[in-house]
T-cell receptor
Framework: DTEVTQTPKHLVMGMTNKKSLKCEQHMGHRAMYWYKQKAKKPPELMFVYSYEKLSINESVPSRFSPECPNSSLLNLHLHALQPEDSALYLC????????????FGPGTRLTVL | AQRVTQPEKLLSVFKGAPVELKCNYSYSGSPELFWYVQYSRQRLQLLLRHISRESIKGFTADLNKGETSFHLKKPFAQEEDSAMYYCALRVQGGKLIFGQGTELSVKP
């Protein structure tokens, strides 16, 4: 398996809902990343996990809560989001943090009503 | 400051014409630069990295430290090259900083 997979593909949620995005890779990569991409804009880094530990948090609001339960899985828990949080959320992974090519998943398109 | 600039939002060429997508960067350290491509309804994928100095799908890019540039070139554009192209700079910690992207449209 040489891909990063993300579920769900699409998600619509209200501002009071709690939902989670899931990312999975079976390439043995030990670094995983969350990016946010607004329409017609480049991806912006949110979080980096290295060996299942949070390594970088780009001052992301606490309504986004990442979790890395094991080396293959990365979750992003969402709570009390705002409409401006609507975007494509991309997951990526690399062999290790800092020195290797990042491979991206297809993304989850999130709409907050 | 760490910054990647892609001056053209949209580049439109005819099939068979040469293509150059511009990328300039600002970084005080030793730069690691990449070109990523996003075809319609597909995931972001790596096209080139400056370290490997290879040609992928006929595209090449040379790092010019003097001009702080990493322009992407192809001598003869094909219709299937139409996509969004992002230049990216990897900085400390592995963070990728992307340019604003250039949409390449290759007309028949």
């Amino acid at each position: 398996d040489t891909e990063v997979t993300q579920t769900p593909k699409h998600l619509v949620m209200g501002m009071t809902n709690k939902k989670s995005l899931k990312c999975e890779q079976h390439m043995g990569h030990r670094a995983m990343y969350w990016y946010k991409q607004k329409a017609k804009k480049p991806p912006e880094l949110m979080f980096v996990y290295s060996y299942e530990k949070l390594s970088i948090n780009e001052s992301v609001p606490s309504r986004f809560s990442p979790e890395c339960p094991n080396s293959s899985l990365l979750n992003l828990h969402l709570h009390a989001l705002q409409p401006e949080d609507s975007a494509l959320y991309l997951c990526a992974s690399s062999q290790v943090q800092g020195t290797d090519t990042q491979y991206f998943g297809p993304g989850t398109r999130l709409t907050v009503l | 400051a760490q910054r990647v600039t892609q001056p053209e939002k949209l580049l439109s060429v005819f099939k068979g014409a040469p293509v150059e997508l511009k990328c300039n960067y600002s970084y005080s350290g030793s730069p690691e630069l990449f070109w990523y491509v996003q075809y319609s309804r597909q995931r972001l994928q790596l096209l080139l990295r400056h370290i490997s100095r290879e040609s992928i799908k006929g595209f090449t890019a040379d790092l010019n430290k003097g001009e702080t540039s990493f322009h992407l070139k192809k001598p003869f554009a094909q219709e299937e090259d139409s996509a969004m192209y992002y230049c990216a700079l990897r900085v400390q910690g592995g963070k990728l900083i992307f340019g604003q992207g250039t949409e390449l449209s290759v007309k028949p």
